[in-house]
């Protein structure tokens, strides 16, 4: 399983870049109004940094609306990748965008439905949102296993993006199930890096070290 990360904070791009982990970055409207900048001037920013697929989403809500923005975007950079909510608008938009060779990531998928239309208008990624499904009480892991195991039966090659990811376990969930990419906050990293039997363990080594007697 590949991961990207969930922000628009160019920072914590810069930080988990760093480590080498990251191939490819989500954002959305809430994640771009936090940061209070232009949009399109952050979007460049992160393509800038990280080698791999962006996701920029749109505000219309029409087919003409959606395609008008995602025509711009793409301008900012090759790796951009369009963001559109899982609508039946937004089904129109990805078809002709998939003609015209646009890559598109659904966004706001809630069941194996709505993932396998949307890889059938020729969506290049869905993301289905794991933590707003377990927050209403779905199991959302659930959607995960049910959309790997529907477009693996009918060889359909849209990339799966467990999305909306609020802790370590919802990764490893992601992987086990079979996404092919999580997209991950940078809180979570830190948790996923974090383990205090490595901190006592890095505390011993030390120690040990320190007390050292050549003999
Ligand atoms: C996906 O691409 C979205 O940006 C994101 O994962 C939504 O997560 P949230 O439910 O924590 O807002």
């Avoid at 711009?72 to 899982?86: A, Q, R």
């Amino acid at each position: 399983m590949k991961l990207f990360i969930d922000t628009a904070n160019i920072e914590e791009i810069k930080e988990i870049n760093e480590w080498g982990v990251i191939c490819g970055v989500t954002t959305n409207p809430s994640l771009i109004a936090k940061e209070g900048r232009d949009f399109k001037e952050v979007v460049k920013e992160i393509a800038d940094i990280v080698d791999g697929p962006i996701s920029a989403e749109v505000i219309s809500l029409d087919k003409e609306g959606m395609l008008r923005e995602a025509r711009e975007l793409v301008k900012i950079h090759p790796n951009i990748v369009i963001k559109i909510p899982m609508t039946k608008e937004g089904l129109k938009a990805v078809k002709v965008l998939a003609e015209e060779g646009i890559k598109t990531n659904v966004t706001l998928i809630f069941s194996a439905n709505q993932a396998l239309l949307a890889a059938r208008s020729g969506a290049t990624y869905v993301s289905p949102f794991v933590g707003r499904l377990d927050d209403i009480s779905n199991e959302g892991i659930y959607i995960i296993e049910d959309i790997v195991q529907v477009f693996n039966i009918h060889n359909i090659n849209t990339e799966i993006i467990a999305a909306s990811i609020r802790h370590p376990i919802h990764v490893l969930d992601a992987a086990k199930a079979g996404a092919h990419i999580s997209t991950i906050p940078y809180k979570v990293f830190g948790q996923m890096v974090d383990h205090p039997l490595t901190d006592i363990g890095i505390d011993k080594f030390l120690k040990d070290w320190e007390g050292l007697q050549i003999k």
